[in-house]
């Protein structure tokens, strides 16, 4: 079945750490997005790719890093110069801007990160 | 830039009955998408209806459909006989097609729905 993986669902981060959490999909799409949720805030992006080798950073990229060299592949490094680290991370993908139908994202489950 | 508003927090309802989420979203654009998103306790993302703005027909999907109103800017989910499973954070999101940050999902924070049995 074709979707995408984040792991580990569960993630614990000492402080001055970096951590790496993983986002893989088998969809043949394009794009793919890192988004963090706390509660009451909704999800805010942090950063995009729509193509492999080139990346974005969306609206709250500081502390964060990331790196897409395959295209099935987006995983999200939380540094240390994130203060506030602690929240859900949902990594997401879409086909991107290849045809003129969206059909919006496909999610996956999920990391939390929690400061230890 | 785009935002999306969700003015009610907390809603709910009791099952089988009829509930609408309100979402309201501020653009410059002629053309984009608009989608509910759903999130149960598992926090799994889904999707649950989508519209394109260029079209006047509001979407449907089995019990879910929208009221879109291009003019006001605004955006409902109905959800029709409710049951127990569709007690969940709902969230409105907005896609331009166009121009910086195209294809880029911008959400509201969401309205947590409660299904009372």
């Known amino acids: 079945d074709g979707g995408i993986t984040q792991s580990p669902k569960y993630l614990f981060r000492k402080e001055g750490q970096n951590v790496t959490l993983s986002c893989e999909q088998n969809?043949?799409?394009?794009?793919m997005y890192w988004y963090r949720q706390d509660p009451g805030q909704g999800l805010r992006l942090i950063y995009y790719?729509?193509?492999?080798?080139?990346?974005q950073k969306g609206d709250i990229a500081e502390g964060y890093s990331v790196s897409r060299e395959k295209k099935e592949s987006f995983p999200l490094t939380v540094t240390s110069a994130q203060k506030n680290p602690t929240a859900f991370y949902l990594c997401?993908?879409?086909?991107?801007?290849?045809?003129?139908?969206?059909?919006?994202?496909?999610f996956g489950s999920g990391t939390r990160l929690t400061v230890v | 830039a785009q935002t999306v508003t969700q003015s009610q927090p907390e809603m709910s309802v009791q099952e089988a009955e009829t509930v609408t989420l309100s979402c309201t979203y501020d653009t410059s654009e002629n053309n984009y998408y608009l989608f509910w998103y759903k999130q149960p306790p598992s926090r799994q993302m889904i999707l649950v209806i989508r519209q394109e703005a260029y079209k006047q027909q509001n979407a449907t999907e089995n019990r879910f459909s929208v009221n879109f109103q291009k003019a006001a800017k605004s955006f409902s989910l109905k959800i029709s006989d409710s049951q127990l499973g569709d007690t969940a954070m709902y969230f409105c999101a907005f896609m331009k097609t166009a121009g910086a940050g195209s294809y880029q999902l911008t959400f509201g924070k969401g309205t947590k729905l409660s299904v009372i049995p």
């Open positions: 969809l043949n799409h394009d794009a």
């Open positions: 997401a993908s879409s086909i991107g801007i290849r045809t003129g139908r969206h059909y919006g994202y496909t």
């Open positions: 790719s729509q193509i492999v080798n080139d990346f």
